[in-house]
């Protein structure tokens, strides 16, 4: 599985970016897609996953502002992003994965190669 992503870029504070990430190859597995980010000096986290069934978990403080969407059709996942923040500012990272269990036990997962956001205050 080949992730493309793409939309970042450079904002000022309480602008809107969309992130896009399309999916290639053997995606037959994949069940769940989402966005993690990792900001300078910090560790990578989830930001929002979602699966083939629309069901989405988001990192509580981002839900208010940021929205995953899917198209099943073109294997592709997008995140909304709006009122962004200096503290969004981070490489923001495509994965998609094969969930067994809940939202964090996967049998394998795929990475992005990652779009910088930074938002200036």
């Known amino acids: 599985v080949q992730l493309q992503a793409s939309g970042g870029g450079l904002v000022q504070a309480g602008e809107s970016l969309r992130l896009s990430c399309a999916a290639s190859?053997?995606?037959?597995?994949?069940?769940?897609m989402g966005w993690y980010r990792q900001a300078p000096g910090k560790q990578r986290e989830l930001v929002a996953q979602i699966s083939n069934e629309g069901r989405t978990n988001y990192a509580n403080p981002l839900k208010a502002r940021f929205t995953i969407s899917k198209d099943n059709d073109k294997n592709t996942v997008y995140l909304q992003m709006n009122n962004l923040k200096p503290e969004d500012t981070a490489v923001y990272f495509c994965?998609?994965?094969?969930?067994?269990?809940?939202?964090?036990?996967?049998?394998?997962?795929?990475w992005g190669q990652g779009t910088q956001v930074t938002v200036s205050s």
């Open positions: 994965n998609a994965a094969r969930l067994i269990a809940n939202w964090d036990t996967v049998a394998y997962e795929y």
């Open positions: 190859g053997s995606t037959i597995s994949i069940n769940v």
